[in-house]
Nanobody, 120 residues
Framework: QVQVVESGGGLVQSGGSLRLACAASGSIFSIDAVDWYRQAPGKQRELVAARTSGGSTNYADSVKGRFTMSRDTTKNTVYLQMNNLKPEDTAVYYC??????????????WGQGAQVTVSS
């Protein structure tokens, strides 16, 4: 069983920075792919960042150049560094992590969500 705990949300002013973290715990062989989503009130869920197990990364145009993914494999933790935040970044952010629970089996797990609010 794997649990993912998400943290790092908060309230910041325009131009500020936050770093979200998703820490996975439990029976983990390795972390595979990582996706970050956000959902703002009245809007559909948006994929903002994605990283494959091979290291390929993609960012939504709306966050490109401002958001950066990283990971600490020793802690089974993934991060989303968010710089130069704008009011339109206000949303609940979710990580989705594909985790190998053995050498041949993997499943995806969601963080509980982190509220990011950017004031103007």
């Amino acid at each position: 069983q794997v649990q993912v705990v998400e943290s790092g949300g908060g309230l910041v002013q325009s131009g500020g920075s936050l770093r979200l973290a998703c820490a996975a715990s439990g029976s983990i062989f390795s972390i595979d792919a990582v996706d970050w989503y956000r959902q703002a009130p009245g809007k559909q869920r948006e994929l903002v960042a994605a990283r494959t197990s091979g290291g390929s990364t993609n960012y939504a145009d709306s966050v490109k150049g401002r958001f950066t993914m990283s990971r600490d494999t020793t802690k089974n933790t993934v991060y989303l560094q968010m710089n130069n935040l704008k009011p339109e970044d206000t949303a609940v952010y979710y990580c989705n992590i594909w985790v190998y629970i053995s050498r041949w089996s993997k499943n995806d797990y969601w963080g509980q969500g982190a509220q990011v609010t950017v004031s103007s």
